[in-house]
């Protein structure tokens, strides 16, 4: 249990402090590098509401938690990748022009970004695993019918060993969710 709360700590304080430093950035942001920005600023709102909850350091409130991880996925998937216009480098964009070169793999993790907060939102109402009114792992795993498509599920190779993010601790899908924000900065984003 120490060890899942110090995991989600790191993920939660990595991707806080590189939206963080996007805030100083947006100065003289114009067009679609703006338009970005300004999305990437509501989804680091919204981490920083989520946090201390997912932390237990303030009171849970499951709404909150599904306005916000809505507000995330309004900003993902489709939405985030149609602000990435091939070339689109004008400063103060911190966008590498390695987004160009491996389409595929940021459309994927943008993608994954919207199916983890579609997921949180569904989940919102289980709670943190830490307060010990969430689901069973054994309740979360295995013999799960369903798609991927609904933005709950996640699974490996077509069909087996899937996961339903909506059975799963809220905490349990706001780590997921961090480490997707996390693999995609390190991979995509310039370090200032």
Known sequence: MKTEKLFLGVVVASVLAVATQSVFAHGGATGVVKERMDGMGVMKEAMKVLTPMMRGQ?????????????????????????????????????????????????SALADQLRVMADGLAKASENGLMMAGDAPAVGEMMGGQSGSMMDGSKMGTAAGTNMMDLSQMPADGVFTLMGQVCSACHTRFRAKK
């Open 58 to 106: 303030v009171d849970y409130d499951a709404s909150i938690v599904r306005k916000r991880s809505e507000d995330i996925s309004r900003h993902a998937g489709e939405a985030l990748t149609k602000l990435f216009p091939e070339g689109s480098l004008d400063a103060p964009s911190e966008a590498k022009p390695e987004i160009w070169q491996d389409w595929e793999a940021f």
